[in-house]
């Protein structure tokens, strides 16, 4: 039995069809106009609802797009775990290493979590973190990775960092205005205010000279930190340095000199001249930092002031030669109806309700923070403690946050040769960034890991696989047949000679923490070095950082993908094209009757 066509003398949608025959005759024309509307109306709520439906399903897969690469990125690559590889020892990761599968399924895994990449995450950056690991050079990144396996009794080499997990890496072009080896303050005004400088400057263009306070006036350049503040967004300095230290102070600070912490380290013709100190500077430029976290509570204080926790210890005393009390100052900017809180200890830093902190100040050491292997576990937070502290009450903020993190100490063991400080410094930031991943989402979070600089750090001679990070190469030199470390250093105060004759060092104890390595050429304080950096990158627009690129392009990536600083064209047209046109047409499905609908 063939189909059943209606009769083309009758229309298909003809009134007669929603009649009983007998009664047509009997309704009247305008009772029968209302049921085709009917019809009509219920048909136009059915395609609302499908057209609504797919916008919800294609935004909804975007959503999910940066959570596939989450999971793709805390997946292990293949082989054993590191439990597992702990529990058999590093013959087992061997044997598996002798087997062409095991490289190749591995470049396979790769392979694809490369391909998905292809699938960009482009929202809109509500959070910001950025970690910087100052003098943390690309051969420092290999040895903490190295160290950080060694750590859990692996090999070393086939260690992942948790910045190696990071999809995006470039290269950032480090040199200053002036320098071709940069120096901190030069540089970080080009990573956070988008601007290259002069050496020894913070916060101002290449305009400003180093020490000429009235070069200083009509150059000031802004931060991305100031950006952030200005969107409505929480923001944050946390470093393992003092607050007014190179790389924060870059963030709120206008100097010509990097070094003018307080008053007391300012010439008299800068003072003069209306400059004023960087510890200064933090606390009445941008009044309303919400975190802050570090050391230099000597340079807060008035000149001989008893510092609360090294009472006889006279360089620890205050420096102020103004009178200032600086914490008090910070404690009278903030609102009355606002909980603020200053510590000075790691008790006192956990001990708080930080749902109920709005402003916190916590300075643990007169200088420089401990290295982490010295650390007084009961006085000092770690970097870890403080960056999770910090994100706690920065994210309470429903328009985001902007986080510095950094790890100022990596810098500080390399200028004293102490490669095991610098390193153990280095594992530590390491673990930080693998906390804060933990705390945010790659849905919304663009964490951003470089370095300012590097270091003439080096370390080789032919190691064999496993060998200690900190151990002697496998062979002794062959011109004074003496014994050697894999780690050195181009310069710096590792260089000794005894007897005429460079140091045996298989003579010293070259495991130990305070250890400094051999240098070729003798300097009290080694240098920095001038190759390229890493740059890492995960969330929104982390594609953006790719290549090769100057220094100065980071805060322009970050400030474009968070829709904060000078460049928003493209922020109006993202929601446009977004969420906000996904409202109004399940705002109208809800208005049409349920009835009419099924």
Request: proline share 6%.
């Amino acid at each position: 039995m063939g189909p059943l066509i209606p009769s083309r003398a009758a229309p298909i949608l003809s009134p007669q069809m929603f009649v009983p025959p007998a009664r047509v005759a009997d309704v009247p024309i305008a009772l029968l106009s209302p049921t085709l509307d009917t019809v009509l109306t219920t048909v136009l709520s059915l395609l609302l609802f499908l057209l609504a439906l797919g916008l919800l399903c294609f935004f909804t897969c975007r959503l999910a797009q940066p959570l596939r690469q989450r999971r793709q990125e805390r997946a292990p690559v293949s082989g054993p775990s590191p439990v597992q590889c702990r529990a058999l020892g590093p013959n087992f990761r061997a044997e598996k290493e002798k087997d062409p599968n095991y490289w190749r399924k591995q470049a396979q895994a790769t392979l694809k979590n490369a391909l998905e990449l292809q699938k960009l995450n482009t929202n809109v950056a509500k959070k910001i973190i950025m970690f910087l690991g100052d003098g943390m050079g690309v051969s420092t990144v290999t040895a903490a990775r190295i160290l950080k396996g060694q750590l859990h009794n692996n090999p070393g080499e086939e260690t992942t960092l948790e910045m190696d997990k990071f999809p995006f890496v470039a290269l950032s072009k480090t040199y200053n205005t002036n320098a071709q080896v940069p120096d901190s303050a030069g540089t970080a005004t080009a990573y956070l205010c988008g601007v290259k400088a002069n050496e020894g400057t913070v916060g101002v263009s290449a305009a400003t000279e180093r020490t000429r306070c009235n070069t200083t006036q009509g150059n000031e350049v802004t931060s991305i930190l100031r950006w952030a503040k200005d969107a409505g967004k929480s923001v944050g300095i946390v470093t393992t340095t003092r607050v007014n230290h190179a790389t924060p102070s870059a963030s709120y600070a206008h100097s010509a000199d990097r070094d003018w912490y307080s008053d007391n380290e300012m010439p008299p013709e800068a003072l003069s001249q209306g400059c004023k100190d960087i510890a200064f500077q933090l606390m009445h430029n941008i009044r309303n930092i919400d975190v802050i976290m570090g050391g230099g509570r000597k340079y807060m204080y008035p000149k001989n002031r008893t510092d609360v926790e090294y009472e006889m210890d006279e360089k620890s005393k205050g420096t102020r030669l103004d009178g200032l009390n600086l914490i008090d100052i910070w404690k009278s900017f903030k609102p009355r109806h606002k909980h603020s809180h200053f510590v000075w200890n790691r008790t006192e830093l956990l001990a708080l309700n930080l749902h109920t902190v709005d402003y916190l100040l916590g300075l643990f050491e007169p200088g420089d923070m401990q290295y982490e292997l010295n650390r007084n576990n009961e006085t000092d937070p770690s970097l870890s403690e403080m960056v999770e502290v910090a994100i706690k009450i920065l994210q309470k903020n429903p328009k985001g946050f902007f986080l510095l993190v950094e790890g100022g100490r990596i810098d500080h063991g390399h200028h004293e040769g102490k490669a095991k400080q610098a390193l153990h410094e280095a594992v530590e930031m390491d673990q930080a960034i693998g906390l804060a991943g933990a705390m945010t989402s790659l849905n919304d979070t663009l964490t951003v890991v470089t370095a300012d600089h590097s270091h003439v750090f080096t370390f080789g001679g032919y190691t064999p696989r496993g060998n200690s990070i900190f151990g002697l190469a496998p062979m002794v030199s062959d011109t004074d047949k003496k014994p050697f470390t894999a780690i050195l250093y181009g310069n710096g105060p590792g260089y000794k000679v005894v007897g005429g004759e460079r140091e045996n060092v298989s003579m010293v104890d070259y495991a130990h923490n305070n250890y400094q390595a051999q240098s070729a050429v003798p300097l009290r304080h080694e240098t920095h070095g001038g190759e390229d950096v890493a740059v890492f990158a995960k969330g929104p627009m982390a594609h953006l950082l790719h290549g090769v690129h100057e220094q100065n392009y980071i805060p322009h990536v970050m400030a474009y993908a968070a829709c904060i600083g000078a460049n928003l064209d493209h922020c109006t047209q993202a929601g446009s094209a977004g969420g906000p046109l996904l409202a109004p047409l399940l705002l109208l499905l809800a208005l049409v009757p349920l009835h009419l609908l099924f």
